[in-house]
């Protein structure tokens, strides 16, 4: 050990006060990218029309006034009667036109784009009379045209649009029949987006284009993320600055800041590749726990925050294993889900944002964890909701079984790389189709899937009857399920369709015999909910496909099998008697996923009991509870109990004479927002004086909205009135665009309104903010004496140096010092051989006979968490006494901080034994996790003393590092740290890249673009006479 003077002292610039609130961009934190909201204000024509609709003053007052998502035609269940074959020659084939007027905006110095998410299926654009451009790959892939040479952002710009659904054997799906619908109108978000001329890129443009995320290698321990950037320079000179990536947590607060310096010359492109990680906290995404990252991309130019694009990020990995099956993050899950359609009644494809979150919150609800996108890339809004709720997907291109010509494939193709780029970083997705939907693998598709996104598997989508009976060129043989399909030897199988029963007896037998089979890794029925289309395979309404699978009908009211689904995959106790279409004659059966089920009825009640197994349903985590009862006119009460305790109860009884209305709204999926697009779901229901809903067909039953909405529909599509099944009238409302109370009345003749009611509230403007997450000051210092192993990431401070302080130079606020004093002669401790986690922290520090004072000055007001690292190498516990900590800060002087705390210890090692702290292992592993902890609060600039004391007064205290963390701040955009006037460290004190004062992590390496940053480090002791 060497000797030291007893006052050691480190100082370093802050990066300014701690603050709580989140900034918004557009607030304080002003980027110059602008996204605003243009799904309003829309005029609309069905049809050619007269004069010349692309001119700039072309009068379209006589148009309908329409907001997007919009459908070329509201339409009724079945089809509007269309007599069409499913190759659909006539149903929706037809031109669309829309105008509006751009709202104002800077262009200056700017670029200026339309952003689509989806239109049907050509597109033309023309900006006041000019013809812009032209989409034509298809309806389900987002797009975008640069508009800044025709706009000139004053507020009187005007958007003139051409949509064409007119059959086009060149763009896929079309040209061949297809089991599902192209409804026409412009049915996805469209948005203005302002930028920079210096800005990222959407990502859709090239593989290389936009915000690309990886995750090279992930564990429960440990996590290793790439961001790679791509950024445009569409000015005249060139550029310079910091592409900034910052990580957030589920909280919103910064865990993880990367930033690279880059010039781009004028008129090019670039991209910087940034890779980071966890070694700490590591947060899995799984379907149980969905954990959720921000990654939040900033352009900074000094100190102007120039663009910002947030992706989400989830950690998780999988594999397939033919003795296990489909594992996530290590662990094998079995996959159930369901296909699903983007169609609702009514509106067609024009689904708005909420009701596609609502549809994944009801999936979840029905306990699947996986779903599969039938068959076209589906709206961002879905994706998102299935990120936050843990439900996996597969997506795929837009055909269903027959090619086209050269075309077709050009377009089928660059549908696939389009839709992959603008989901990549979506954690949901574990899978692209590698085929065509009945056809099986495609070479082009999986080679398109495997270049764009190497981290996806790749299904082949076959079925039994045609095409290969293996996976062929794709990673997984996914195939229907129709007629018994096998799995290939050695192989894995995914059924990607299959049937059921409308009791739900079906959907049991093939879940079972899947979760019975490792090499059956999942399925998922067809179809989620009932849809439409022209295969005729009804005889009311034969536009309307009623499948004996699905959970939901149209209107997402839930079938038999839905409750069944719950039972056999969710964990909550619940229990149902279903209604009479899952009944059997003199029996009863019950869905419950508790261990035991009484059922208490007119007779009495019977004795708990579990469900029995037989041979098709024996593998089931809860196959049904039957018992010799049938349904009588009294109530019947299902009882569910686990551990011998009751948890869950449901009561059925049989439905007696209609008696009157009752009226609800859906809001799964709404925020409550007065956003004049979103559409909530509404059912009455006509029951009989208790309360239970009848079984026979509604009367005609009509809905009035007062306040801000309005049905969608009318007479004409059936809307409104309506009359549907089983005793339920669902209704479609529109919310308006002014905050208030939106009441709706349900009517029928004979009975009494009923109402229902909901509160808007006000939107916060046509410009889609985004928050800056929030990011906690943090500095980290390693203690130790000369020849010091430096941990990794922190600041060293040791006995080597010069004029008496270490300084780390950023940004312009005041320096914070840190100042360590003995209460006895001081000493720096240097060793090594202490293995474990954090083992260079721990294995040397300063040491006190008697104590240490630690005292903080300089610190912005607010509070603080103070993290202190004490280890000794030492023989026995004798050496190394409890600790007693009192800290005087703006709380109090000498209050108790820690009354007892434990230090560890260890011998150092002598050859290679090592082991959680006993002797000749050093302890590392226990001293990494067992700082001791303290809370600080500053107030009017005053310094904190943190006293840390031997019990008894006597022993040696050592410290070996401290880590500092204040409140969340808001992020803001700081200048480069100029270049430091000290001399730079030595090797010994250097860090591997920058040392971030404000996190205490290194940065990232560099791709494409170089040139990082590098802050300044100086270390030296100064001397001060004892106390």
Request: hydrophobic share 35%; aromatic share 8%; net charge negative.
């Amino acid at each position: 050990m060497s000797r030291s003077p007893v006052l050691l002292l480190l100082a370093f610039t802050a990066l300014g006060g701690i603050a709580c609130e989140a900034v918004a961009v557009g607030s304080s934190a002003e980027s110059r990218r602008e996204v605003i909201d243009l799904n309003r204000g829309w005029r609309c024509h069905a049809g050619p029309a007269a004069g010349d609709p692309t001119a700039a003053d072309y009068d379209a007052d006589g148009w309908e006034t329409v907001v997007v998502p919009h459908a070329y035609r509201l339409t009724s269940l079945n089809l509007d009667d269309s007599r069409d074959d499913p190759s659909q020659p006539t149903f929706h084939r037809d031109i669309s036109w829309y105008r509006r007027v751009l709202p104002a905006f800077a262009k200056a110095e700017r670029r200026v784009f339309l952003e689509f998410e989806g239109a049907h299926q050509v597109t033309d654009l023309w900006v006041n009379g000019r013809h812009v451009g032209r989409h034509a790959v298809g309806g389900y892939t987002p797009f975008h045209f640069d508009m800044t040479d025709f706009v000139r952002g004053d507020g009187r710009d005007v958007l003139a649009l051409r949509l064409d659904n007119r059959p086009d054997e060149t763009i896929p799906p079309d040209g061949h029949t297809r089991d599902y619908v192209l409804f026409g109108g412009l049915y996805r978000d469209v948005r203005l987006v302002v930028t920079d001329a210096l800005h990222v890129t959407f990502p859709w443009e090239a593989r290389e284009a936009g915000v690309r995320i990886t995750t090279p290698s992930v564990s429960r321990e440990n996590a290793t993320f790439t961001v790679e950037t791509a950024i445009r320079n569409a000015g005249a000179g060139p550029r310079s600055g910091r592409v900034v990536t910052l990580i957030a947590d589920a909280e919103g607060e910064v865990v993880e800041r990367l930033s690279t310096e880059f010039t781009v010359p004028a008129g090019a492109d670039a991209t910087v590749v940034q890779t980071g990680g966890f070694d700490e906290d590591v947060r899995l995404w799984s379907c149980d726990d969905p954990y959720l990252y921000r990654v939040h991309t900033l352009v900074e130019e000094g100190d102007a925050l120039i663009d910002h694009v947030v992706n989400p990020l989830g950690l998780r990995w999988f594999d397939l294993r033919p003795e296990a099956g489909f594992l996530l993050n290590g662990e094998p899950i079995e996959l159930i889900g369901a296909n699903r359609h983007q169609q609702y009644p009514y509106l067609g494809d024009a689904v708005p944002n909420n009701l596609h979150r609502g549809d994944a919150i009801r999936f979840k609800r029905a306990g699947l964890n996986v779903v599969r996108l039938a068959h076209y890339p589906h709206d961002n809004a879905f994706l998102a909701a299935c990120d936050e709720l843990g439900i996996l997907v597969c997506e795929e291109p837009p055909p269903w079984i027959d090619f086209g010509p050269p075309l077709w494939w050009d377009r089928l193709e660059r549908a696939q790389r389009v839709m992959i780029r603008n989901h990549r970083n979506h954690p949901c997705v574990f899978g692209w189709a590698g085929g065509v939907n009945h056809r099986g693998p495609v070479r082009r598709l999986h080679y398109a899937a495997k270049e764009e996104d190497p981290t996806r598997l790749t299904m082949n989508n076959g079925t039994l009857w045609t095409g290969p009976r293996h996976r062929g060129v794709t990673d997984l043989y996914s195939v229907m399920d129709y007629r018994g399909a096998t799995p290939p030897e050695g192989a894995l199988m995914f059924g990607m369709e299959h049937s059921g029963s409308l009791d739900a007896t079906a959907h049991q037998r093939i879940v079972s015999l899947y979760r019975g089979d490792p090499q059956r890794i999942g399925l998922t029925l067809w179809s989620a909910h009932d849809g439409f289309s022209f295969k005729k395979r009804g005889e009311e309404r034969p536009n309307l496909s009623v499948w004996k699978a699905s959970l939901w009908d149209p209107f997402r009211l839930p079938k038999p099998a839905f409750h069944w689904y719950r039972s056999e995959l969710t964990d909550e106790p619940m229990v149902w008697v279903p209604d009479d279409r899952a009944q059997r004659q003199g029996s009863l059966t019950v869905f419950s996923n508790c261990e035991a089920v009484a059922i208490q009825h007119a007779g009495g009640v019977t004795e708990p009991r579990p469900a029995e197994r037989d041979d098709s349903t024996r593998h089931l985590a809860s196959p049904p509870f039957v018992f010799d009862l049938e349904p009588t006119e009294g109530p019947i009460t299902a009882i569910g109990y686990r551990d011998g305790v009751p948890v869950a109860w449901h009561t059925f009884r049989q439905p007696g004479p209609p008696d009157h209305l009752e009226l609800a709204i859906d809001t799964d999926g709404f925020a409550g927002v007065a956003d004049g697009t979103s559409v909530l779901l509404a059912y009455a229901r006509l029951c009989d004086a208790k309360g239970t809903t009848v079984r026979e067909p509604t009367p005609p039953v009509r809905f009035r909205v007062e306040g801000p909405g309005e049905v969608v529909g009318d007479g004409r599509s059936g809307a409104n009135q309506v009359v549907w099944q089983r005793g339920v009238a669902p209704a479609l409302i529109r919310v308006g665009d002014i905050a208030g109370r939106l009441e709706l009345t349900a009517e029928a003749p004979g009975y009494r309104p009923a109402v229902a009611s909901i509160d808007l509230v006000a939107r916060s403007g046509e410009r889609l903010l985004v928050e800056l997450p929030r990011r906690r000051s943090r500095f980290r210092i390693d203690l130790g004496g000369i020849g010091q192993h430096v941990e990794e990431g922190w600041t060293a401070w040791s006995a080597e140096g010069g004029p008496g302080e270490l300084v780390l130079r950023r940004g312009v606020a005041d320096p914070v010092t840190v100042s360590v004093r003995g209460v006895g002669p001081a000493e720096w401790t240097t060793t090594w051989g202490v293995p474990g986690d954090k083992s260079f922290l721990i294995e040397d520090g300063v040491e006190s006979a008697g104590g240490l004072d630690l005292t903080l000055s300089g610190l912005a007001d607010g509070r603080y968490t103070l993290k202190t690292w004490h280890h000794r190498v030492a023989d026995t516990r004798e050496e190394t006494p409890p600790l007693r900590v009192r800290v005087t800060d703006a709380d109090g002087k000498g209050r108790v901080s820690s009354h007892r705390y434990l230090p560890t210890f260890g011998r150092e090692i002598q050859v290679s034994a090592a082991g959680g702290g006993s002797a000749g292992d050093g302890g590392s592993n226990h001293a990494a996790g067992r700082p001791a902890t303290h809370t600080l609060r500053v107030a009017g600039g005053s310094a904190v003393t943190v006293r840390i004391v031997a019990e008894g007064g006597a022993g040696a205290v050592t410290l070996n590092g401290i880590e500092l963390t204040g409140e969340p701040e808001a992020y803001r955009p700081a200048k480069a740290a100029a270049a430091s006037q000290d001399s730079l460290p030595s090797e010994a004190n250097a860090s591997p890249n920058e040392t971030d004062a404000s996190l205490g992590s290194p940065h990232s390496s560099i791709g494409a673009v170089s040139g990082a940053g590098s802050t300044a480090l100086s270390a030296s002791l100064s001397s001060s006479s004892s106390r």
